[in-house]
């Protein structure tokens, strides 16, 4: 049997909204201190309105109080192993420490798993973008 997290993301699937790409996306996000926040794809027509799974619920977390978190999980309703999006990715990376456990579904109790920094090595930060401001400082 699949562990709470990955039956948590697998329900969100329910609520997706994809009327034009019928690929439902569910995650589920673990704050440090326990609690599952759950979020499901919805599209728009113009798809660069639709959101992610993993914004939801990143943004259901956040608008709790919550910017701690411990494990990902993300499905599709093809358990195929879908992974965050880069764009996604890089907002993990805003709350999340590159250690976060991000375990992707493949269906049954088959799952893998990354680490935030394997999805997304040398990501944009408060450290690089201060860094980057120094170098222009210094080169001026």
Known sequence: MPDSLVERAREALDNAYVPYS???????????????????????????????????????????????????????GARDGVTPCGMCRQTLAEFCDEDL?????????????YTLSELLPNTISLDTLEAAAANRDADE
């Open 101 to 113: 456990p991000v375990v992707c579904d493949l269906g049954g109790d088959d799952v893998v798993e």
């Open 22 to 76: 019928e690929y439902a996306v569910g995650a589920a996000l673990r704050t440090a201190d326990g609690e599952v926040y759950v979020g499901c794809n919805i599209e728009n027509a113009n798809y660069s309105n639709s959101l992610h799974a993993e914004e939801v619920a990143i943004a259901e977390a956040v608008k709790n109080g919550h910017t701690e978190f411990d494990r990902l999980v993300v499905t599709s």
